[in-house]
Structures are given as structure tokens and as C-alpha cells.
């Protein structure tokens, strides 16, 4: 089975700090995602990448960073955290081939509360 | 621009009823559409997905879905609910004019809670 694994089920961080979210999948997909989903808003997507060392903003890319310098992981990073960015963040991850009709596998999910 | 949306933030259905969550979307050209379902404290999983062909798509746990393209719609059905089956559906669509710009677009998810 794939597994996209997510470092932290909970973070609880300080407004200001640097924050940093790893997500490692193990069955080579070229693609990864990062989505935040907060309730009536549904998934939001924040970057993607298709392939090592490239990214894609999504629709809410302000205030965050990523960084995949290797295939089979991908970084969220929050540059200086906000208390508007306490949420749920999933990670995911999908072949490239098919032109995007392949399934995404997603992580757990980490729990993100900045105070 | 693609959008998707879900009418109903909730929908409560007796155990042994059929049960339907609704699904509506928008895209330029024709879609590629899926439906996942999350349980509580885990991330989303796969459900089904249409992509061509029978409008009809049977996917994982009993659930079918049924592409209208006339009304834009991609309702997800079950015969008969199970209380296994509460959890948060969502919706998803992306426009199949591919490129590495075109993302998957969710809905913003219908709460499913089915009473013994």
C-alpha cells in the first residue's frame, strides 16, 4: 500500500516562529500537494509539484514556502506563523501519468495550532 | 474556472436507507470527478472516480456515483447506509484540459451521519 507519512499528528507554535512540515511518500509519485482544510472551507490548495525542484503556487500560497529537493519528500514551511494559519494541513501525493486522472494519497493530516 | 460545490453541510439518513450526498461543478471543458471520504482523524481516501464511459462509476464500500452531465452533477449514492458509512464526503473535480497547472478542486465537504 502507499504510505504518505506526515513528521507531526499535533504542533502547537508561537506567532513569529518558523515552522516546518514534512511529508514523505514511498511509492516514487512524481506529484505532491500540500492543502490546509478548515471546516465550511473544505481543501484548500497551497503548492504542488510535479517533479524535484519544482513547485506551483496553488490558490492560498501567501505566507507559506516548499521545498522538494528530493522525490519522495516535500516541505511546507510557514516563514513567520500567524494565528490565522491554526489549521489542518494534508499532505498528498499521485503519479503524474494519465494526465490527471490519477488518485491522490493522502497523509493523516497535522494539526497545526499557532497561539 | 473550475468550482465544486456541495449544498448540503449535512445530511442524516437512517441505517438500511438509501442515502445521497449531492455534487455539483463547473469546468471549461469536460471534467475528471472524484469523491473521497475521511473518517474521523485520518486523512482523506479515495472512493471513486469518473473519468469516461458509463456514467455510472461503483467505487469502494457499496458507493456508486452518478455523472449528469446535463445538470453538472456527480451525486454520490448508497443503497442501503451503514453507520460504518458516517464520516466527511468530499467532492472533487479537475478540468481534463491537463496541464501541470490544472489542480484538483475539492468541495467543501458534506458532513454524513447515519442514526442506528
Known amino acids: 500500500d502507499v504510505k504518505v507519512t506526515q513528521s507531526s499528528r499535533y504542533l502547537v507554535k508561537r506567532t513569529g516562529e518558523k515552522v516546518f512540515l514534512e511529508c514523505v511518500q514511498d511509492m516514487d509519485h512524481e506529484n505532491m500537494f500540500w492543502y490546509r482544510q478548515d471546516p465550511g472551507l473544505g481543501l484548500r490548495l497551497i503548492y504542488f509539484s510535479y517533479d524535484v525542484k519544482m513547485k506551483e503556487k496553488g490558490d492560498i500560497p501567501e505566507g507559506y514556502s516548499v521545498s522538494r529537493e528530493k522525490k519522495e519528500r516535500f516541505s511546507l514551511i510557514l516563514e513567520s506563523a500567524s494565528t490565522n494559519q491554526t489549521s489542518m494541513y494534508l499532505c498528498?501525493?499521485?503519479?503524474?501519468?494519465?494526465?490527471?486522472?490519477?488518485?491522490?494519497?493522502f497523509g493523516s493530516g497535522t494539526q497545526l495550532s499557532v497561539l | 474556472a473550475q468550482s465544486v460545490a456541495q449544498p448540503e453541510d449535512q445530511v442524516n439518513v437512517a441505517e438500511g436507507n438509501p442515502l445521497t450526498v449531492k455534487c455539483t461543478y463547473s469546468?471549461?471543458?469536460?471534467?475528471?470527478l472524484f469523491w473521497y471520504v475521511q473518517y474521523p482523524n485520518r486523512g482523506l481516501q479515495f472512493l471513486l472516480k469518473y473519468i469516461t464511459g458509463d456514467n455510472l462509476v461503483k467505487g469502494s464500500y457499496g458507493f456508486e456515483a452518478e455523472f449528469n452531465k446535463s445538470q453538472t452533477s456527480f451525486h454520490l449514492k448508497k443503497p442501503s447506509a451503514l453507520v460504518s458509512d458516517s464520516a466527511l464526503y468530499f467532492c472533487a473535480v479537475r478540468d481534463r484540459v491537463y496541464s501541470s497547472a490544472s489542480k484538483i478542486i475539492f468541495g467543501s465537504g458534506t458532513r454524513l451521519s447515519i442514526r442506528p
Open positions: 498528498a501525493s499521485s503519479f503524474a501519468r494519465r494526465q490527471g486522472t490519477e488518485k491522490l494519497f
Open positions: 469546468v471549461s471543458g469536460n471534467p475528471y
